[in-house]
């Protein structure tokens, strides 16, 4: 039986895209910090559709999390209570406005929970993908600073692991919240096309795709802003203003779809290495960032990232089995 794993799949997009994935009779997990929530989305799902439903306590942000996630996963594949893994979408993450702050590692929050929790939990789960299996990454358009979404927010600045895992330490002026969200899904984004590449020369038929779900407001993405901010966000005028200036919408809805076909569709198994963005309805191929084509950075970053989650013997001996 088929099995995907998604972070966040209890709100937003991952909602939505768990829906669409039940709603075709594919088995899930649902990896995330809100065991209440994820039990309710589970009960829904598996008495709306008849497909199991598990429950994985997963805080993104903490590397032990990480780990105590990957490895209860991983007993639940050997004893039969999840069926075979065909995706992983790293679909979590988030934007933190305010002061900068830093995770149960003490990682800058940004960093922390949009790149090392899932190139850790990608790292650690890649031996249980099947054949043919999937890795999609939920980016955004901010992180092009050629684009108007990434200027709205802030231009995405170096994807260098050390230096943004350690923004703002040592009396040093951190980021803006934008742009420490911007470079977070520019190294999201290199991740997914690093992989591809490390796939490819192992001989691997594993997928790795990028995907932009667009400018989704009522997802609670501008849940640390003002209530006004936030109502404002999701009127008919911004939406319209947003379009017309040349950010990249959509709605929760579509996003999601999307999501579950790149995880599922039989129509994008071919797209390893591809960057996805949903807009007003469409699902397309696009160009991202140039920097994100920069193999020598992402193989930096990879090697980086490798370093701060701190591999340990027994894990690199497991991807290797």
């Known amino acids: 039986m088929t099995t995907i794993l998604i972070t966040g799949g209890h709100s937003g997009i991952g909602l939505a895209a768990a829906r669409t994935l039940a709603a075709q009779h594919i088995d899930l997990v649902l990896a995330g910090r809100s065991p209440e929530r994820m039990r309710e989305v589970a009960d829904e799902l598996g008495a709306t559709y008849g497909v199991t439903v598990t429950t994985l306590p997963l805080d993104i942000s903490s590397l032990a999390s990480v780990r105590a ?27 933190f406005d305010g002061e900068v702050s830093y995770s149960p590692d003490g990682y800058e929050t940004t960093f922390a929970t949009n790149c090392l929790g899932h190139f850790l939990l990608v790292e650690l789960l890649l031996p249980c993908l099947a054949a043919r299996g999937r890795v999609v990454y939920t980016a955004s358009g901010t992180h092009n600073p050629d684009t108007m979404d990434g200027r709205a927010v802030g231009a995405a600045v170096e994807p260098d692991a050390v230096a943004l895992a350690n923004d703002g330490r040592r009396g040093g002026k951190a980021l803006s919240a934008g742009r420490r969200y911007s470079t977070s899904k520019l190294c999201v984004v290199m991740y997914a096309y690093e992989l591809d590449r490390r796939l490819r020369r ?24 003002p209530g006004l901010v936030r109502w404002l966000s999701t009127s008919a005028v911004v939406k319209w203003v947003f379009k017309r200036v040349g950010i990249v919408t959509s709605d929760a809805g579509f996003s999601g779809a999307s999501l579950a076909a790149l995880a599922a569709g039989p129509e994008h198994a071919g797209h390893s290495g591809t960057y996805f963005q949903a807009q007003d309805g469409t699902l397309s191929a696009v160009r991202s960032a140039r920097v994100s084509y920069d193999e020598q950075r992402a193989a930096k970053l990879w090697d980086d990232s490798r370093q701060l989650v701190g591999l340990t013997a027994e894990e690199e001996a497991l991807r290797r089995a």
């Open 69 to 95: 996630g990957a490895e209860e996963f991983r007993r639940a594949a050997e004893n039969g209570g999840v069926g075979s893994l065909n995706a992983i979408l790293c679909n979590a993450g988030g934007r």
């Open 202 to 225: 192992a001989g691997s038929s594993v997928a790795s795709i990028a995907f932009d779900p667009g400018s989704v407001p009522e997802t609670g993405f501008l849940r640390g802003m």
